[in-house]
T-cell receptor, first 114, second 110 residues
Framework: GAGVSQSPSNKVTEKGKDVELRCDPI?????LYWYRQSLGQGLEFLIYFQGNSAPDKSGLPSDRFSAERTGGSVSTLTIQRTQQEDSAVYLCASSAAGAGETQYFGPGTRLLVL | KQEVTQIPAALSVPEGENLVLNCSFT??????LQWFRQDPGKGLTSLLLIQSSQREQTSGRLNASLDKSSGRSTLYIAASQPGDSATYLCAPCKGYALNFGKGTSLLVTP
């Protein structure tokens, strides 16, 4: 079956612009996660959704970052007023339920802020 | 904050060797631990998940062990192949978020 998909695969933007990153989880998966992989920082957790609600937003690095999920499926991560330090690979994962389940990752969106 | 350390950072072995990748973590109150591989420019592929109540998990040539009380996990790869070349990431999970180490970069030469 289809895995987690993300779009766009690559995004180049100018500093100060807003960007939207999209994630389509595996069909039927109720839990969805966003992570960021920066050079030299490793992979860091950003936000977790169970259904359409986000019980854990603890990893969002600033108020310029927001995310939503609609219909218990597609999620969008929005970064406002992008900065060069936002350049990273943004990875989305989903799992069948929540804690204790295997997380399956998408291919990521590579964001470059000039 | 969970700190995850993976040793070695990089490893190069000839094809056919058995090898062990090490992972240690500071907070032993975890639900489970996942091992992933990441190929260059690609996302993460889940290899194994060990629940906190388990000691080990096997899939094909891969065997992962977990010693929760000491905060350690190992990934054993038997009879390595060039296709095993990738970065291997260890990720203990407490709650919902995975906490990742920086990985072991493995190169298996023909």
């Amino acid at each position: 079956g289809a895995g987690v998909s993300q779009s766009p695969s690559n995004k180049v933007t100018e500093k100060g612009k807003d960007v939207e990153l999209r994630c389509d989880p595996i069909s039927g998966h109720t839990a969805l996660y966003w992570y960021r992989q920066s050079l030299g920082q490793g992979l860091e957790f950003l936000i977790y959704f169970q259904g359409n609600s986000a019980p854990d937003k603890s990893g969002l690095p600033s108020d310029r970052f927001s995310a939503e999920r609609t219909g218990g499926s597609v999620s969008t991560l929005t970064i406002q007023r992008t900065q060069q330090e936002d350049s990273a690979v943004y990875l989305c994962a989903s799992s069948a339920a929540g804690a204790g389940e295997t997380q399956y990752f998408g291919p990521g969106t590579r964001l470059l802020v000039l | 904050k969970q700190e995850v350390t993976q040793i070695p950072a990089a490893l190069s072995v000839p094809e056919g060797e058995n090898l062990v990748l090490n992972c240690s973590f500071t907070d032993s109150a975890i639900y489970n631990l996942q091992w992933f591989r990441q190929d260059p420019g690609k996302g993460l592929t889940s290899l194994l998940l060990i629940q906190s109540s388990q000691r080990e998990q096997t899939s094909g040539r891969l065997n992962a062990s977990l010693d929760k009380s000491s905060g350690r996990s190992t990934l054993y790869i038997a009879a390595s192949q060039p296709g095993d070349s990738a970065t291997y990431l260890c990720a203990p999970c407490k709650g919902y978020a995975l906490n990742f180490g920086k990985g072991t970069s493995l190169l298996v030469t023909p």
